[in-house]
């Protein structure tokens, strides 16, 4: 039996206490979709039920592209009703030493479907900020006199190496593509009453956070282009006005204007905005065609 070239994943819903209600409008509010992650289920066809993780380890060749232990990426819809914590993630050498041999770092990067006017994040800190100050801010809750503000509009793009100090601000919609880790220490939550699984890391961020560490911003731009590239993953901007080849290898394609159409495989998959499918790294070529827009991640 051909294996499955298309594979369309169950989303999980994560609720946040900085979550809007664009992801879900009743009930508490949802920060996080998780559409594309090891621990989705696949939906429809021979392997609806199997987690991407089962897969990627019994057809590594196939899922990636090339071998692997593990599905190497993580890939969120968020929405920011109200800033989230002041935070930095470790990279793979820190993961490894702090968390476990076999924990991951997180680089990540966001595109911002919607931006409200006038909103921001917090990415890096302050030209001239000293290592003692740095220190001091930390352990004394005075981390936001330290912090560099960056103003966001729609369509704009910010690459976040690990060990990067940052804070999404509210009034954010928006796209990210990160390595798979949920290894988050932070460092302020702006005074919030502290509640379970919410709690500051002040000896684990004193360690993790690198003071030269600085976001690459890239500016909205209209049509098909390369949004940013990383040793971790690439991600693409595509404006549709009929049929787009992909790169080849591992792809995910998630819809953010119009109903696209994805082939691959001599399968095709339909999908609407805020939907994604995942073209399996050894399916050959594979195309989206259509009237609208898509971001497409992949690792080269």
Not at 67 to 90: M, N
Not at 138 to 157: C, K, N, Q, Y
Not at 208 to 219: F, Q, S, T, W
Not at 255 to 279: N, R
Request: glycine content about 12%; aromatic content about 8%; overall charge negative.
């Amino acid at each position: 039996m051909a294996l499955p070239a298309l594979l369309s994943l169950e989303p999980a819903l994560h609720e946040r206490v900085w979550g809007g209600r664009r992801l879900r409008a009743e009930g508490p509010p949802v920060g996080e979709a998780w559409i594309v992650h090891e621990s989705n289920r696949v939906i429809g066809g021979p392997w609806a039920g199997r987690t991407l993780a089962e897969l990627t380890h019994e057809h590594p060749e196939w899922i990636l592209g090339g071998p692997g232990e593990r599905f190497p990426l993580l890939i969120k819809l968020l929405d920011c009703a109200d800033w989230l914590s002041v935070q930095v993630h470790p990279d793979d050498a820190l993961a490894q030493e702090m968390v476990g041999p076999l924990a991951l770092g997180k680089t990540e990067a966001w595109y911002f479907l919607s931006a409200e006017e006038g909103t921001q994040v917090i990415a890096g800190l302050r030209s001239g900020v000293t290592d003692e100050q740095l220190d001091h801010a930390v352990r004394a809750g005075g981390i936001r006199d330290l912090v560099e503000f960056w103003p966001i509009h729609t369509g704009d793009a910010m690459y976040m190496p690990a060990r990067t100090l940052h804070a999404l601000g509210p009034g954010l919609f928006l796209y990210e593509v990160q390595q798979t880790s949920d290894t988050t220490y932070r460092v302020w939550d702006w005074d919030r009453p502290p509640t379970a699984g919410r709690a500051l890391h002040i000896e684990e961020s004193v360690r993790a956070i690198d003071p030269r560490g600085r976001p690459a911003m890239c500016p909205a731009q209209p049509g098909t282009y390369r949004v940013l590239q990383g040793p971790y993953f690439a991600l693409d901007h595509l404006e549709l006005r009929g049929t787009h080849t992909l790169r080849p290898g591992l792809r995910m394609v998630t819809a953010i204007e119009g109903t696209l159409a994805v082939t691959g495989g001599g399968e095709t998959a339909t999908i609407s905005p805020w939907e994604t499918v995942l073209v399996a790294g050894g399916a050959g070529e594979s195309a989206v065609s259509g009237v609208g827009r898509a971001l497409v991640a992949g690792l080269d």
